[in-house]
Nanobody, 124 residues
Framework: QVQLVESGGGLVQAGGSLRLSCAASGRTFSSYPMGWFRQAPGLEREFVAQISASGVITNYAESVKGRFTISRDNARNTVSLQMNSLKPEDTAVYYC?????????????????WGQGTQVTVSS
């Protein structure tokens, strides 16, 4: 069992930066690949970024590549998402999730543990 708690969301102007953090409980955190997803109002939840259990391999949605960076600290049971050059279209609730299945890194159904989400609002 893994419990996830996100923090770091807020209101920022376009072009600004935010750093989201996700704190995990449980001794098995380091065995899970982790992902960030987001959901904007009226839209389905979408993949943002993913990091392997070791932290060596990362993947990003095309819409955030070059602007967002995912990282993890297995000693502290945390995963972070550094978001730079934010755009109004990045406005969403951001969720961290632990990958428990064998499916695609980019699919919600591959993730079995989810946080409650943190709101990110980017003003123009």
């Amino acid at each position: 069992q893994v419990q996830l708690v996100e923090s770091g969301g807020g209101l920022v102007q376009a072009g600004g930066s935010l750093r989201l953090s996700c704190a995990a409980s449980g001794r098995t955190f380091s065995s899970y690949p982790m992902g960030w997803f987001r959901q904007a109002p009226g839209l389905e939840r979408e993949f943002v970024a993913q990091i392997s259990a070791s932290g060596v391999i990362t993947n990003y949605a095309e819409s955030v590549k070059g602007r967002f960076t995912i990282s993890r600290d297995n000693a502290r049971n945390t995963v972070s998402l550094q978001m730079n050059s934010l755009k109004p279209e990045d406005t969403a609730v951001y969720y961290c999730a632990a990958k428990t299945g064998f499916g695609s890194n980019r699919m919600e159904s591959s993730y079995g543990y989810w946080g409650q989400g943190t709101q990110v609002t980017v003003s123009s």
